[in-house]
């Protein structure tokens, strides 16, 4: 089956400018979960998805991130006027969510992001 | 505040060697533990799951959880020069909603 698809893979652009950034989880996967990973540091937990529910936003760096779910499939994450900081890689990730032991996660091959 | 730390290394060791990697966390209700792998310039990758004290093998990996010390580690016996990669150490609270908290990852370098 397919696995977690994010897209682009590589995306360039220009500070101040917004970006969107697509990740499909795998399918049946009702959690969905948002990662920052800047060159040689660890994984930044931006937002967590329940269904089209956002129960965790805590992880957003600032009100210029945005992120939103549809069907309960499909999620985008939005940077709007971006700056050279948020260059990273934007790591994507599903899980089965069960109602006892936590499901491990699943994640995507990434959006590396450049801000020139 | 809930944290996962791990030694950031590199842990080198020799071609056959066993590698062992360890991890403590912050959380006494944590019960959901992970590791995972990850190569340079790619995502992390599952390899093992822990959810009760002891010991859990999977082929040449062995995940060992002691939840009284707060503590989790990984084994790889017979390393390989492939096994080299940064490896993630993730744990959960379940706490009404499902979050995993990573460590930075420790780096792991085994030479031919």
Redesign the interface.
């Known amino acids: 089956g397919a696995g977690v698809s994010q897209s682009p893979s590589n995306k360039v652009t220009e500070k101040g400018k917004d970006v969107e950034l697509r990740c499909d989880p795998i399918s049946g996967h009702t959690a969905l979960y948002w990662y920052r990973q800047s060159l040689g540091q660890g994984l930044e937990f931006l937002i967590y998805f329940q269904g089209n529910s956002a129960p965790d936003k805590s992880g957003l760096p600032s009100d210029r991130f945005s992120a939103e779910r549809t069907g309960g499939s499909v999620s985008t994450l939005t940077i709007q006027r971006t700056q050279q900081e948020d260059s990273a890689v934007y790591l994507c990730a599903s899980s089965l969510a069960g109602p006892d032991l936590f499901q491990p996660q699943h994640f995507g091959d990434g959006t590396r992001l450049s801000i020139l | 505040q809930k944290e996962v730390e791990q030694n950031s290394g590199p842990l080198s060791v020799p071609e056959g060697a066993i590698a062992s990697l360890n991890c403590t966390y912050s959380d006494r209700g944590s019960?959901?533990f992970?590791w995972y792998r990850q190569y340079s310039g790619?995502?992390?990758?599952?390899i093992m799951?822990i959810?009760s004290n002891g010991d859990k093998e999977d082929g040449r990996f062995t995940a060992q959880l002691n939840k009284a010390s707060q503590y989790v580690s990984l084994l790889i016996r017979d390393s390989q020069p492939s096994d080299s990669a940064t490896y993630?150490c993730?744990v959960?609270v379940?706490s009404?909603?499902?979050?995993?908290?990573?460590?930075?990852?420790t780096m792991l370098l085994v030479s031919p």
Do not use: C, D, M, V
């Open positions: 019960q959901s992970f790619k995502s992390p990758e599952l799951s959810y993630l993730a959960n379940n009404g909603y499902s979050t995993l908290t990573f460590g930075k990852g």
